[in-house]
């Protein structure tokens, strides 16, 4: 489902433009793409979503 929202990504590995745009950032080439709270935000919601796929992954208990 669309939320409208246009999303544009260049044609190249995303974690190196990401480490990229972050070293340029450190530097002051550039503002942070992302604020920390934003980041810490969307760390929090990754760590909530690893977690519910390790619970659903689980095996149920055996039935008494």
Do not use: K, Y
Not at 32 to 45: D, K, N, S, T, Y
């Amino acid at each position: 489902e669309s939320l409208g929202i246009p999303l544009e990504a260049p044609p190249a590995d995303a974690l190196r433009l990401e480490l990229a745009s972050f070293i340029r950032s450190v530097r002051g080439d550039h503002d942070a793409v992302v604020a920390g709270h934003e980041g810490r935000a969307a760390v929090a919601l990754a760590l909530q979503v690893a977690d519910a796929v390790h619970l659903a992954s689980l095996p149920s208990p055996p039935e008494l």
